[in-house]
């Protein structure tokens, strides 16, 4: 892959893959946020799909973003560092018709964060197994005594939950394929559920994509990409 740097911290930079055929004028583009609790993943955990997601889209550049992980940075941080691999996602792809961001569980509710704050260029939200009510999520990590050896709470400490922020009115959001596994038992599907109900409340072209019986739980939809 290609490394593009966005900003000063360590943790700010993207890896792109990307057939030769298509890197100046790709006819979409799709960022990939890495789930991790907040406070772990990297982008090099991520090259497989790179390449099968790139393959899978006909050359077309994906794009995985690294972000400042709790306690480098908070929730609202790592949404910003989102905004700004679109802007320059944008920036480098100028004439790119579509723009797809993809979000697996804390990537998703980083990725909703930061959509809900600013969409622009982006045509496609996809939400993976995602976490879009962090309050909630507490209270059902602490039933399961996860809850001291997560970073959630102090990650998100400050945030609204997207759940809220799209229940308040939105002007624009992109459509939307929210996908969860119904026997995910890291993050309960309950939570694409309600997130659904409430942007179709809001007009948002939105749809869920429900995994069976399959044993696919948390991680499945990415394995199976």
Known sequence: PIM????????QFCDV?????????????TVFVHGGAWSHGSSSLYGLLGRRLTDALGGNPTVIVNYKRYPSG???????DVR???????????????IDVVGHSSGAHIAALCLLNDCSGVDRFIGLSGVY????HYAYEQA????????LFPATSGARNPTDIARGGIRRFPRTVLYHALDDTTVPSE????????????GVDVRVVRGGEEGLGHAGDLVNC
């Not at 700004?84 to 579509?98: A, C, G, L, M």
């Not at 009510?133 to 909630?136: A, K, M």
């Open 17 to 29: 893959y990307h057939s030769t055929t298509t890197l100046s004028t790709p006819a979409r583009v």
């Open 191 to 202: 939570q694409t559920t309600k997130f659904c109900e409430i942007l179709e409340d809001e």
């Open 133 to 136: 009510n962090h309050e909630q």
């Open 74 to 80: 908070n929730a609202l941080d790592q949404a910003a």
């Open 84 to 98: 700004h691999v679109i802007d320059h996602v944008v920036d480098t792809y100028p004439k790119t018709s579509s």
């Open 144 to 151: 399961r005594g996860v809850a001291e050896i997560s970073a």
């Open 4 to 11: 593009h740097r966005y900003g000063s911290h360590p943790l």
